[in-house]
């Protein structure tokens, strides 16, 4: 029979009945996410995905499946110190154009 499996957060399933309650994963995760509320392990909704909870529990009671990160577009100045030296990108020499023809 498969062991019952919680999810404590998007990223966090635990298995109570695996757990010996040893504290080891509330003691490594480096941005104290996790607790035990009475039997219960919880967690803070502040999960960094390190797994560091996982790769240290004694038991197997712990998976984190990392979530995909959302690449957002760089900004401006992400794009400016990406071009390299002595080059002005097409988007910095649009915008330059745009803005000096509204003076
Ligand atoms: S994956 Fe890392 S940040 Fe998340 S609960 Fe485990 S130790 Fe803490
Ligand atoms: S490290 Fe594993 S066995 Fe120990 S308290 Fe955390 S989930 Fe339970």
């Known amino acids: 029979m ?3 499996r919680k999810k404590i ?3 966090i399933t635990w298995i109570a009945n695996y757990c010996k309650h040893c504290f080891t994963c509330v003691a490594i995760c480096p941005v104290d996410n996790l607790f035990f509320d009475e ?3 919880t967690s803070r909704q502040k999960c960094i995905q390190c797994q560091l909870c996982m790769k240290y529990c004694p038991d197997f009671a712990l998976e984190v499946v990392p979530r995909p990160k ?3 577009s760089p900004t ?3 794009e400016i110190k990406s071009t390299p030296a002595g080059e002005i990108s097409s988007k910095s020499v649009l ?3 745009r803005e000096g023809s509204r003076q």
């Open 70 to 72: 959302v690449r957002r």
């Open 9 to 11: 957060d998007p990223s």
């Open 95 to 97: 915008s330059t154009t």
């Open 76 to 78: 401006k100045e992400q």
């Open 39 to 41: 039997d219960e392990l």
């Open 2 to 4: 498969e062991p019952e």
